[in-house]
Nanobody, 127 residues
Framework: QVRLEESGGGSAQAGGSLSLSCVVSGDTRSIYWVGWFQQAPGKEREGVAT???????SYGDFVKDRFYIARDNAKNMVSLQMNLLKPEDAAMYYC?????????????????????WGQGTQVTVSS
């Protein structure tokens, strides 16, 4: 079994920054991709950024050049640095892990490709 626990998040003003962290524990040998997904009220869950074991990453178009994902395999930790925050970035952010090895950059942002999920952490952005 794989478990994910998010931390970070909170509130920021537009233009500000926040950092999220996700610790992956349990049997991580089967995990290839770890990603961050956002879900705002009334909206579908959407891929924000994801990263492969090797460090290859994929980003949603709406966060490119603002958000950065990093992975520390030794610590089983994935972080998301969120800069230049916008009010529309406000959402619940979930960390997720996938056992699918080979995926395209687009496919890696599909929530359905991820089997394990954390409980989520709230991000609020005020204008």
């Amino acid at each position: 079994q794989v478990r994910l626990e998010e931390s970070g998040g909170g509130s920021a003003q537009a233009g500000g920054s926040l950092s999220l962290s996700c610790v992956v524990s349990g049997d991580t040998r089967s995990i290839y991709w770890v990603g961050w997904f956002q879900q705002a009220p009334g909206k579908e869950r959407e891929g924000v950024a994801t990263i492969y074991n090797s460090g290859i990453s994929s980003y949603g178009d709406f966060v490119k050049d603002r958000f950065y994902i990093a992975r520390d395999n030794a610590k089983n930790m994935v972080s998301l640095q969120m800069n230049l925050l916008k009010p529309e970035d406000a959402a619940m952010y979930y960390c997720a892990a996938s056992e699918t090895n080979y995926m395209t950059a687009v496919q890696a942002l599909y929530p359905d490709e991820y089997k394990y999920w954390g409980q989520g952490t709230q991000v609020t952005v005020s204008s």
